[in-house]
């Protein structure tokens, strides 16, 4: 049987709006993701640090290699990392990094730095740690420098490092492996009211001595 006149106006009329509500939904659609794709991203506040340590006058027992030519030696470089993701229980990834090991003699022995393949270097708990590679073949060396800092870590070193350790490991004939700590930085203690005091009264006694009249 036919659909009456009235019939078919109704059906066309109820196809209408349905692509009518389609085609508002996709519509719909694609402002939402345009407007996703044009809102800024979060800005990272990026910021870079220097620090510089010492290692200890001693490897620990066992170690060969570059370990015990670090005795009595030193680091330093530079991280920039993004602060607004500190502090972490996890870990960070800094942006880039150039750190620099030497021997006693101040000669460079291994350097970590963004600029090299395969390296890398992150933010995590209370410091940063920095590795070369993961060593594939034999003979190949992985090397890593852990540097830790005050608890709280939010980038900045502060007052330097308060533990850390060098790491080195080839995979020969024969494993050369080593560690050594680093020195933790002494605190410089605060000066007391008191010495403050006495400090003020002795030199005020100096210069009402100078001032004095001589007999």
């Known amino acids: 049987m036919k659909p009456t006149f009235g019939e078919t106006q109704l059906m066309l009329t109820t196809s209408y709006k349905k692509l009518s509500q389609a085609t508002a939904g996709i519509a719909l659609g694609a402002a939402m993701?345009?407007?996703?794709?044009?809102?800024?991203?979060?800005?990272?506040?990026?910021?870079?640090?220097?620090?510089?340590?010492?290692?200890?006058?001693?490897?620990?027992?066992?170690?060969?290699?570059?370990s015990v030519a670090l005795q009595n030696g030193s680091f330093d470089g530079s991280y920039t990392v993004d602060v607004d993701q500190l502090p972490t229980a996890t870990q960070v990834n800094l942006s880039s990094w150039l750190v620099n090991v030497r021997?006693?003699?101040?000669?460079?022995?291994?350097?970590?730095?963004?600029?090299?393949v395969g390296n890398t270097g992150i933010a995590v708990n209370n410091g940063v740690r920095f590795t070369n590679f993961v060593a594939a073949s034999?003979?190949?060396?992985?090397?890593?420098?852990?540097?830790v800092f005050n608890p709280g870590f939010t980038g900045s070193p502060g007052n330097g490092p308060t533990d850390g350790?060098?790491?080195?490991?080839?995979?020969?004939?024969?494993?050369?492996?080593?560690?050594?700590?680093?020195?933790?930085?002494?605190v410089p203690e605060p000066v007391s009211t008191?010495?403050?005091?006495?400090?003020?009264?002795?030199?005020?006694?100096?210069?009402?001595?100078?001032?004095a009249p001589v007999a």
């Open 138 to 147: 034999t003979g190949a060396e992985t090397a890593s420098l852990g540097v």
């Open 165 to 186: 350790l060098f790491s080195s490991v080839i995979f020969s004939n024969t494993i050369v492996a080593g560690q050594i700590p680093i020195k933790s930085t002494p």
């Open 103 to 116: 021997d006693a003699s101040n000669n460079i022995l291994k350097t970590f730095s963004s600029a090299i």
């Open 194 to 211: 008191a010495g403050i005091a006495v400090a003020g009264a002795m030199g005020l006694w100096m210069k009402r001595k100078q001032k």
């Open 33 to 66: 993701l345009a407007a996703v794709a044009n809102a800024p991203a979060q800005a990272a506040t990026l910021t870079t640090y220097n620090f510089s340590g010492q290692f200890e006058s001693l490897a620990l027992p066992g170690s060969s290699g570059v």
